[in-house]
C-alpha cells in the first residue's frame, strides 16, 4: 500500500494568516493527488484534485502544488471558514489511501 | 447538484453482517461517467477507502477488507449497497458513500455523504 503522511497533525493559526500542509507519498504518485476539507458533522468537500486543479466552486486561496512523492496544500488568507481538517488522498494506485489528516484550528 | 445520503442499522453485533446503503439523488448510478464508492472513518482515525464499483458491475476492493466485503448497486432503486461480514469492534466507525467521476485511478471523490456512525457492539 501507498502510504501517504501528512504534516503537521495540527496547526493553530489566525484569521488573515498563510497555512502551508504537506504531504509525503510512500512512492510516486504523479499527480494523483487529491485534498479534501472536512468539518465535524458535514461531508467531506473536494478541493484541490490532481495535484493543482482546483475544484469547481472552491475560493481561489486554495491552491495546490507538487508531483511524484511530495505535496503542498497552500491557504493564502485564512477565512474563518476554513478551520477544519484537512486530508490528502492519492489516487495512484489501489488501495486508495488517505493521509491522517491536519486539524486547523484558531489561534 | 447530486446528493448522497447513507442508511443503515446503526448498532451490528459482533460476527454478524454490516448492511448501508447509500440513496442517490439528482444523478443515476448508471451513469457511465461515475463510480460510486465507500469509505470510512473509525473514531480518532484517519479515512480508510473500503471499495468502488461501476454501474457494469466492476468492482474494486481495498485488500485489507476484500474476504468480507460485498458492494452492489440497484439501478432502479438508485442506490448502492455494502454488506461488510463478519463484523468486529474494529468495524466501528463513520461510513461515508462518495461518487468518483471517471475512474477509479486518478480520480477524485467529487460528492460525498454526510455519513452515517455504525457501531460494533453486543
Known amino acids: 500500500d501507498i502510504q501517504m503522511t501528512q504534516s503537521p497533525s495540527s496547526l493553530s493559526a489566525s484569521v488573515g494568516d498563510r497555512v502551508t500542509i504537506t504531504c509525503r507519498a510512500s512512492q510516486s504518485i504523479s499527480t494523483h493527488l487529491n485534498w479534501y476539507q472536512h468539518k465535524p458533522g458535514n461531508a467531506p468537500k473536494v478541493l484541490i484534485f490532481g495535484a493543482s486543479t482546483l475544484q469547481s466552486g472552491v475560493p481561489s486561496r486554495f491552491s495546490g502544488s507538487g508531483s511524484g512523492t511530495d505535496f503542498t496544500l497552500t491557504i493564502t488568507t485564512l477565512q474563518p471558514e476554513d478551520f477544519a481538517t484537512y486530508y490528502c488522498q492519492q489516487a495512484g494506485d489501489i488501495p486508495l489511501t488517505f493521509g491522517g489528516g491536519t486539524k486547523v484550528e484558531i489561534k | 447538484q447530486v446528493q448522497m445520503q447513507e442508511s443503515g442499522p446503526g448498532l451490528v453485533k459482533p460476527s454478524e453482517t454490516l448492511s448501508l446503503t447509500c440513496t442517490v439523488s439528482g444523478g443515476a448510478i448508471s451513469s457511465s461517467r461515475y463510480y460510486w464508492a465507500w469509505i470510512r472513518q473509525p473514531p480518532g482515525k484517519g479515512l480508510e477507502w473500503i471499495g468502488t464499483m461501476y454501474y457494469s458491475g466492476s468492482t474494486y476492493y481495498n485488500p485489507s477488507l476484500v474476504s468480507r466485503v460485498t458492494l452492489s448497486l440497484d439501478a432502479p432503486a438508485n442506490h448502492f449497497s455494502l454488506n461488510l461480514s463478519s463484523v468486529t469492534a474494529a468495524d466501528t466507525a463513520v461510513y461515508y458513500c462518495?461518487?468518483?467521476?471517471?475512474?477509479?485511478?486518478?480520480?477524485?471523490?467529487?460528492?460525498w455523504g454526510r455519513g452515517t456512525l455504525i457501531t460494533v457492539s453486543s
Open positions: 462518495a461518487r468518483a467521476p471517471g475512474s477509479v485511478i486518478a480520480a477524485h471523490f467529487d460528492s
